[in-house]
Every structure is written in C-alpha cells, then in structure tokens.
Nanobody, 116 residues
Framework: QVQLVESGGGLVQAGGSLRLSCAAS????????MRWYRQAPGKQRELVAA???????NYADSVKGRFTISRDNAKNTVYLQMNSLKPEDTAVYYC??????????WGQGTQVTVSS
C-alpha cells in the first residue's frame, strides 16, 4: 500500500506565493515520474507540472515561469513552488506518483485559493 499526503495549500492574495509538498509512504522501492494536477470548480483536472526521477521537468503553458516543480528522492517527496499567483490558479491541487512495480497513486488534494 502506498499513500500520498499533500500539504501547503491555503489562501493567498494575487501576486503571492505558496509551496506545496507531497510525501509518499508505504511499500515503495522507487518512484518514477511525479506530477501535480489541479482541478478548478466546473473544470476538468489538468496537468500542471511533472518531474522524472532524473529531474527532467515539464510545465503547463499557463504556469511556465511562475511555478517550479522539484523532488527529494531520498524522502519520496515532490514540491511545487508557486510564485506570482493569479486568481485563475485557484483549484484543488493533486499529487500523482508512478511507483515502480506498484502503479499510479493520487493524493487527497489540497485547496489553493488566490484572492484578487
């Protein structure tokens, strides 16, 4: 069994910053890709950022230059540093991980609200 627990969400004014964390625990040998998704009310879940075990990253166009994904493989943790936040970044943010030999897992989500 594998669990992903996100933290770091909250309420912030436009232009502010937040840092999300997602820690994986359980029967883990290693983790391949780790990702952050988000889902705003009435919208589909969308990929925000992804990072491979080797550190290669990619981002949604809407967050390029503002968000940074990183990971600590020793701690099985992925981070999302979010700067210059906009009201349109308001969503529930979900962590996703591809655990080697065990499949994909999701966290429970953390709310990010950006006020104008």
């Amino acid at each position: 069994q594998v669990q992903l627990v996100e933290s770091g969400g909250g309420l912030v004014q436009a232009g502010g910053s937040l840092r999300l964390s997602c820690a994986a625990s359980g029967s883990i040998v290693s983790i391949n890709a780790m990702r952050w998704y988000r889902q705003a009310p009435g919208k589909q879940r969308e990929l925000v950022a992804a990072i491979t075990s080797g550190g290669m990253t990619n981002y949604a166009d809407s967050v390029k230059g503002r968000f940074t994904i990183s990971r600590d493989n020793a701690k099985n943790t992925v981070y999302l540093q979010m700067n210059s936040l906009k009201p349109e970044d308001t969503a529930v943010y979900y962590c996703n991980a591809d655990v080697r030999w065990r499949g994909g897992y999701w966290g429970q989500g953390t709310q990010v609200t950006v006020s104008s």
